[in-house]
Structures are given as structure tokens and as C-alpha cells.
């Protein structure tokens, strides 16, 4: 059963450390890079609840910490250039999210301490050795978890009794394609649903990807949970709304206008990534700070959005879900 509550519940890590950050070194002005392959409206909410976080650990913008901000603008060939002036301006800590900002900001320094609020699989992608150990100069949080797909399917199929087909868009160059085909495609066997697979690799493809949709009659769609489609949310919700297609992924996309949200609250990841600057920054080893990850997970429907498209949500996923949009 799906948990009504978005309490973030981490794995292996202790109460937070006591001391305020400017006690420790007086004086000190510590820099923080934050690299974001979104724009700054995009990353809005984000950066927001990373700073809440950096605050209530007694870090004041201005007087014991600053932030020097890059965006890509979702440009993800400009990562790398950002990653690498953030580099050169030997910021004490660089937090990225994304796989991509992770791994732009990895191949950018190999000294400087990096932590990423929110990627998918750090193991599989080669971001990190382990979760329990990542080694290297990197660190953070994952919202990834491969049964999150089949509960996504399993909504849908619980909103939509009669759907037949449902499509799956995907980004073909991610390195967690193949593990996100086998969990969905598993998903749907017991549903006896037809599954197709529908490709894009940047958003200059989702129009594209959309009209194929329509014109295979899918009845549905599901999204992988990758950094293209998590910086483009609300272009993903428009497409779909034009075609009255619902739509099933994380909570962001619901947020964005979607019409099923299920998995990590991201902005938790986000307010919770301050933690790990705080623990570096008061001598902890990045490669040491275990990975953490979500155990329980919000579900948030679109309402506004089901009235739109046509679809009754039934009263039973309605009384589970932590948010309704109306």
C-alpha cells in the first residue's frame, strides 16, 4: 500500500552534527558551487529548499557562506564548461543534481568535494564505488528505486481498467535504459498490458515522440525518471495534456501539470543534500558519507489535470494520495 506520509527516511546516517558551521573556523566565508542543468526558474523551488536546509544549519548567504550559481539553461553541453569554472574558482564544495550535472561536475575536479542532491542509480551509472562507500571526492542522495515503475503502472491501471497500451518514453543514450525497460516491462506482464517504447534525447524530441504516441493509440504514458525529462516537466504535461493522455511518473512531473506523480519528494533530497555540505565541510571525507536514499514515497494526483484530459480518478486513489492539485 502506498505510504501517505513523504517522511524522507534515510539509511544509515546519525543525528546531525551539533556545532554551528562558524564556530568552527571564525570568520571563514565558505564557498559553495551549485550546478544545475536547469535555468534558475527551473531550479527555482530547488535551490530553494537546498538554502532552507543550509540555514537551519546556521549557515547565513553573506556572512558565513556563498553560493555561486551556474545554469545550463537545460543546454546540457554547457555542463562541462560550467563544472569546470566552478572548478577553477576553488569553491569548498560543489553540489550538482542530475546525473548529468553529476557527472559534468566529476570529470570537472577531482579534489574539490562534490554532492548531488538528486540522481538516479550513482552505482550503475559509475558516479560512485557503492552506496555504503563511494569513494573519491563525491558523495549525496538517489531517488532512484526500480519498483517504483511497476507502482506507477499499477496506478495507472487502477485509474484506467480498460487500458490497453501503455507508452513508455525514455531516453535511449541514459545509462539506466536497460534496468527501466526490464522493471516496467515486468510491471505490466501480470496487467496483461501492451508496452511500447517511445524515444527522446533532448526536448526537441518530444513533439515527435508525443505525435507517435497518438498515432500508435496509446492509452497511457509512462515516464523514465531521467535528467531530460526531470529539467522539461512541464513541456512533458503540456504534450500530453494536448493529446489527453495521462501521464504517470515522479512527483515532479504531477507538480509540472502530469497527471500522477509517485516516488520521492525531490525537494526533501534537496533540502537534506545541506546536510552533507555541513558535514564536509566540518572535515568529513565525501568518499566516506554514505549514499542515501528514499523508503517511503508521496503520491500526488493531478485533479485539474484529470478534469482536462477526461479521467475520473476513482475515490480509492484519491483517500491514498498525500496531495491532490486541484
Same mark, same amino acid.
Given at each position: ?25 571564525? +570568520?571563514?566565508?565558505?564557498?559553495? +558551487? ?9 531550479? !527555482? ?38 563544472? *569546470? ?38 552505482? *550503475? ?22 519498483? @517504483? ?20 518514453? @525514455? ?11 526490464? *522493471? ?9 498490458? #501492451? ?5 527522446? !534525447?533532448?526536448?526537441?524530441?518530444? #513533439? ?17 525518471? #531521467? ?6 516537466? !512541464? ?63 508521496? @503520491? ?27
Amino acid at each position: 500500500m502506498i505510504a501517505r506520509r513523504h517522511l524522507l527516511v534515510v539509511l544509515g546516517i546519525g543525528m546531525l552534527a551539533g556545532s554551528m558551521p562558524d564556530l568552527a573556523q571564525p +570568520g571563514k566565508v565558505w564557498r559553495i +558551487g551549485f550546478l544545475s542543468p536547469a535555468s534558475a526558474a527551473g531550479a !527555482r523551488s530547488r535551490v530553494e529548499a537546498f538554502r532552507a536546509g543550509l540555514r537551519e544549519l546556521g549557515y547565513v548567504e553573506g556572512r558565513n557562506i556563498a553560493v555561486e550559481f551556474r545554469y545550463a539553461g537545460e543546454k546540457y553541453e554547457r555542463l562541462p564548461a560550467l563544472a *569546470a569554472e566552478l572548478a577553477q574558482l576553488k569553491v569548498d564544495v560543489l553540489v550538482t543534481h542530475s546525473g548529468a550535472g553529476a557527472r559534468a561536475a566529476k570529470d570537472a575536479t577531482a579534489t574539490i568535494p562534490i554532492v548531488f542532491a538528486a540522481v538516479g542509480d550513482p552505482v *550503475a551509472s559509475g558516479l560512485v564505488e557503492s552506496l555504503a562507500r563511494p569513494g573519491g571526492n563525491i558523495t549525496g542522495l538517489t531517488f532512484f528505486a526500480f519498483d @517504483l515503475y511497476a507502482k506507477r503502472i499499477e496506478l495507472l491501471a487502477e485509474i484506467l481498467p480498460r487500458v490497453k497500451r501503455v507508452a513508455f518514453l @525514455l531516453n535511449p543514450d541514459s545509462p539506466l535504459v536497460a534496468s527501466a525497460i526490464a *522493471a516496467t516491462e515486468d510491471a505490466v506482464k501480470p496487467l496483461k498490458v #501492451e508496452l511500447l517504447r517511445f524515444a527522446a !534525447r533532448n526536448p526537441g524530441e518530444f #513533439e515527435s515522440a508525443f505525435s507517435a504516441m497518438a498515432k500508435r493509440g496509446v492509452d497511457a504514458v509512462a515516464v523514465q525518471e #531521467e535528467s531530460v525529462f526531470l529539467t522539461n516537466t !512541464r513541456s512533458i504535461a503540456q504534450l500530453a495534456a494536448k493529446r489527453r493522455l495521462p501521464v504517470a511518473s515522479g512527483v515532479a512531473f504531477a507538480d509540472a501539470g502530469s497527471l500522477l506523480g509517485y516516488g520521492p519528494d525531490l525537494l526533501a533530497l534537496f533540502h537534506r543534500s545541506a546536510y552533507f555540505v555541513d558535514r564536509i565541510l566540518k572535515g568529513a571525507k565525501p568518499g566516506e558519507l554514505p549514499i542515501e536514499r528514499p523508503t517511503r514515497f508521496e @503520491l500526488v494526483v493531478n485533479s485539474r489535470t484529470a478534469k482536462q484530459i477526461g479521467v475520473t480518478i476513482p475515490s480509492k486513489v484519491l483517500a491514498r494520495a498525500d496531495r491532490v492539485i486541484e
